[in-house]
């Protein structure tokens, strides 16, 4: 048989251990700041939103990137117009999206403060995913090590502890 | 690829993604007495969402690499291969939920909140293995279907999981906190 179950828990149980351990850190911020969610429990309805949209825009970007740097037309060198197209076809993608989530949270909320928290939060997000994916596509492209395997779990819970940071942010700016 | 490309075969599937986690965000918002009554249940919430995802995105991907490798065929997907891979993901379903309930509630005790290791171990393990199984069963549905259809089930798992995997997982944690008995 090719797969056993011992290898696939082997190979596994540590990256989901450390997984567990960030995402963790994610709910624990979200404990202490508990209060204000639940003052207004539409913004719990945020965190998915804005946490899973911009996971999935950083994975697309992640996978094109490291795409990229195997063929070969991008360089790891955080330059070239191919990286800086792809940056900005993914800031692309988040406007639009949440351009249309943010029309759905007017219809259901009547609160333009609401919409403003949740694009806020997901532009945001997303300019902290490109940070996050470029450096560590590149470095770990550098170093030899697949960056298939790498950027998409990094981005992914990146995502989850970020964007509860990012939501808290626009709370304050915005105010509730 | 060009900047339009990337929007054109992205966007649909980002809004439909989209669409999905206001759903689940929905079930969250309506649980929020919930977190209020049972203290570190909001702790969980972000990991076991994040666990389901990658445990089985990982059995779907390893899926579609068996179908590529020709370990499993279109006339008998449930082999002894696709058991194997089941197995493992299940298991590794329940050990994380257990370590998960426990983590949450050791955190929780530390930062000084009052928390019931009980109750919180209960919550993960019932939903985390319940939505584990779901999700197994479902992704094998999906290669399954995807084989039929003549697809790549590589195309196909991946945006599906991550599109209805949120929604099943917050699903099953709401099922488990009733079923323990907070409210």
């Known amino acids: 048989m090719f797969y056993s179950m011992k290898k696939i828990l082997k190979d596994s ?29 539409i913004l719990l309805m945020f965190i998915p939103v804005v946490n899973g949209v911009c996971g999935n825009i950083g994975s697309v970007l992640g996978a094109r990137v490291s795409s990229g740097l195997h063929v070969g037309y991008i360089t790891p060198d955080f330059r070239g117009k191919e990286l800086r197209e792809n940056v900005i076809g993914a800031l692309i993608l988040s406007l639009l999206t949440f351009c249309f989530l943010g029309c759905l949270i007017y219809v259901i909320s009547i609160s333009f403060k609401l919409v403003l928290i949740m694009m806020g939060a997901g532009l945001l997000l997303t300019l902290g995913m490109i940070c996050l994916c470029i450096p ?4 770990s492209f550098r170093k030899g090590i697949d960056p298939d395997n790498v950027v998409i779990p990094v981005l992914t819970t990146g995502a989850d502890v970020l964007g509860i940071l990012c939501l808290l942010l626009m709370i304050k700016l915005v105010g509730i | ?55 089985n995105g990982a059995l779907g991907s390893r899926l579609g690499s068996a179908a590529h490798l020709g370990l499993i065929d279109v006339k008998k997907v449930f082999n002894k291969e696709t058991k194997e891979n089941v197995k493992a993901s299940v298991v590794t379903s329940v050990g994380t939920a257990l370590l998960l309930g426990f983590l ?16 919180l171990i209960t919550v993960t393990l019932i939903a985390g293995t319940l939505a584990g199984l779901i999700l197994a069963v479902a992704t ?33 944690l709401l099922g488990a906190v009733i079923l323990v008995g907070g409210v």
């Open chain 2, 104 to 119: 949450g509630w050791l955190t929780s005790a530390a930062l000084g909140y009052n928390t019931n290791a009980l109750i």
């Open chain 2, 140 to 172: 094998v549905g999906i290669v399954i279907v995807a084989f039929k259809r003549g697809l790549d089930p590589d195309n196909i798992t991946g945006p599906f999981l991550a599109t209805f995997g949120d929604v099943v997982t917050v699903f099953c």
């Open chain 1, 136 to 139: 560590t596509a590149i470095v």
């Open chain 2, 1 to 55: 690829m060009s900047i339009k490309n990337l929007i054109k075969q992205s966007l649909p599937l980002l809004i439909l993604l989209g669409i999905a986690e206001m759903f689940t965000g929905g079930i969250l918002s309506n649980m929020a007495t919930m977190f209020k009554n049972t203290p570190g249940l909001i702790v969980i919430v972000p990991a076991i969402i994040g666990l389901r995802g990658n445990i």
């Open chain 1, 13 to 41: 149980i540590p990256i989901l251990t450390i997984l567990m351990i960030v995402e963790i850190f994610g709910g624990q911020i979200l404990n202490f700041h508990l209060e204000k969610f639940l003052l207004l429990p």
